[in-house]
T-cell receptor, first 115, second 110 residues
Framework: ETGVTQTPRHLVMGMTNKKSLKCEQH?????MYWYKQSAKKPLELMFV???????ENNSVPSRFSPECPNSSHLFLHLHTLQPEDSALYLC??????????????FGPGTRLLVL | EDQVTQSPEALRLQEGESSSLNCSYT??????LFWYRQDPGKGPEFLFT???AGEEKEKERLKATLTKKESFLHITAPKPEDSATYLC???????????FGAGTTVTVRA
């Protein structure tokens, strides 16, 4: 595997379910990000981890809970979501750490549908 | 707060018909402007980073330019495979957050 991978690619869940999204980067990067992409809207930054420490929680509801066990893996735990949370969830990584003049590389995303 | 506006929202081109996409931005101390391409159902794919006014970068039929207020993505003689949504993002000031525009969806007809 190369680049940034995400699993699952598609997820359908009910409002009372608990599920987790997984992201893995094979680039040796130090920073990882979660974004939400809704139709016709700009990407919204949700969480940032730099060297495994969270540096941003962008006013995201507590029903979204991130976890970064090491610099290569990032999880997004989902609990009692709402239908408006349906979106494409994107993971990204960057080389040196959040805030540098550097490029973020994105995974393919998880398409989430909340019923 | 950084702001990014992309225009037009959608662009339909005939194969070979060159055109330009606009990204206007307001940022306190630009540290980088990024262009990405996104195909339906996929994550954004990195194209270019521009750091200072006057800078230009090229890749195949794409050329990105930067001024102090806006960036253009020029598509020369496009092909159907250039059909995608093109995203612009800026990194400014002391922030570590990329601010994205809503994108321009380009459709190239054969």
């Amino acid at each position: 595997e190369t680049g940034v991978t995400q699993t699952p690619r598609h997820l359908v869940m009910g409002m009372t379910n608990k599920k987790s999204l997984k992201c893995e980067q094979h680039l040796g990067h130090n920073a990882m990000y979660w974004y939400k992409q809704s139709a016709k809207k700009p990407l919204e930054l949700m969480f940032v981890y730099s060297l495994e420490e969270r540096v941003e929680n962008n006013s995201v509801p507590s029903r979204f809970s991130p976890e970064c066990p090491n610099s290569s893996h990032l999880f997004l735990h989902l609990h009692t979501l709402q239908p408006e949370d349906s979106a494409l969830y994107l993971c990204a990584s960057s080389p040196e750490g959040a805030g540098q003049q550097e490029t973020q590389y994105f995974g393919p995303g998880t398409r989430l549908l909340v019923l | 707060e950084d702001q990014v506006t992309q225009s037009p929202e959608a662009l339909r081109l005939q194969e070979g018909e060159s055109s330009s996409l606009n990204c206007s931005y307001t940022v306190s101390g630009l540290r980088g402007l990024f262009w990405y391409r996104q195909d339906p159902g996929k994550g954004p794919e990195f194209l270019f980073t521009l750091y200072s006014a006057g800078e230009e970068k090229e890749k195949e039929r794409l050329k990105a330019t930067l001024t102090k207020k806006e960036s253009f993505l020029h598509i020369t003689a496009p092909k159907p495979e250039d059909s995608a949504t093109y995203l612009c993002a800026v990194l400014g000031g002391n922030d570590y957050k990329l601010s994205f525009g809503a994108g321009t969806t380009v459709t190239v007809r054969a």
